[in-house]
T-cell receptor, first 112, second 112 residues
Framework: NAGVTQTPKFHILKIGQSMTLQCTQD?????MYWYRQDPGMGLKLIYY???????DKGEVPNGYNVSRSTTEDFPLRLELAAPSQTSVYFC???????????FGPGTRLTVL | KQEVTQIPAALSVPEGENLVLNCSFTDSAIYNLQWFRQDPGKGLTSLLL?????REQTSGRLNASLDKSSGRSTLYIAASQPGDSATYLCAVRPSRDDKIIFGKGTRLHILP
């Protein structure tokens, strides 16, 4: 039981490039979330999903896109990367919005 | 709008002491509150989840309390150890929202 896994662990992206951060959970959780964590700023919700085929915006969705074609996977797409998207990205999952969230190890992304 | 505050931002305590970390929230209409631990460069690990109908939860040397009416929660750590050094975050789930709101965390350093 691996829990929530994220790839890659680290990545450097050039301004204007695009990439996809991968997130997979093996707990059959309905809810999945993407957060970004910036120093001194806490965690901000980017997007979340309540089940396959359903996604919704969080607090800071601009510049990102998501899809949820399966229960297990919730990839985060960055289009036209900007330096402001330099951050640590965390994926999380929970059985419902009432249950505890489980986090992945994070992806540290630098945009230069 | 729900806001979550954790004071102090950083705390240093000699090994062996009991300590209390504080979390306050502005809107008492919450469904639950969760405490997390984050080690440097790592993801978040769930410590305790308290439902709004509960007053406290215990796990080993950790005890979390919730006073919903006053908008406060505390995390009590007994007999602190150097391995307890980490950042501790609290997060609340508002009653009418699928998303949880995080505090910025308290960075705890246990002095050997």
């Amino acid at each position: 039981n691996a829990g929530v896994t994220q790839t890659p662990k680290f990545h450097i992206l050039k301004i204007g490039q695009s990439m996809t951060l991968q997130c997979t959970q093996d707990m059959n959780h309905n809810y999945m979330y993407w957060y970004r964590q910036d120093p001194g700023m806490g965690l901000k919700l980017i997007y979340y999903s309540v089940g396959a085929g359903i996604t919704d915006k969080g607090e800071v969705p601009n510049g990102y896109n998501v899809s949820r074609s399966t229960t297990e996977d919730f990839p985060l797409r960055l289009e036209l990367a900007a330096p402001s998207q330099t951050s640590v990205y965390f994926c999380a999952s929970s059985q419902s919005s009432y249950n505890e969230q489980f986090f992945g190890p994070g992806t540290r992304l630098t945009v230069l | 709008k729900q806001e979550v505050t954790q004071i102090p931002a950083a705390l240093s305590v000699p090994e062996g002491e009991n300590l209390v970390l504080n979390c306050s929230f502005t809107d008492s209409a919450i469904y639950n509150l969760q405490w997390f631990r984050q080690d440097p460069g790592k993801g978040l690990t769930s410590l305790l989840l308290i439902q709004s109908s509960q007053r406290e939860q215990t796990s080993g040397r950790l005890n979390a309390s919730l006073d919903k009416s006053s908008g406060r929660s505390t995390l009590y750590i007994a007999a602190s150890q150097p391995g307890d050094s980490a950042t501790y975050l609290c997060a609340v789930r508002p009653s009418r929202d699928d998303k949880i709101i995080f505090g910025k965390g308290t960075r705890l350093h246990i002095l050997p």
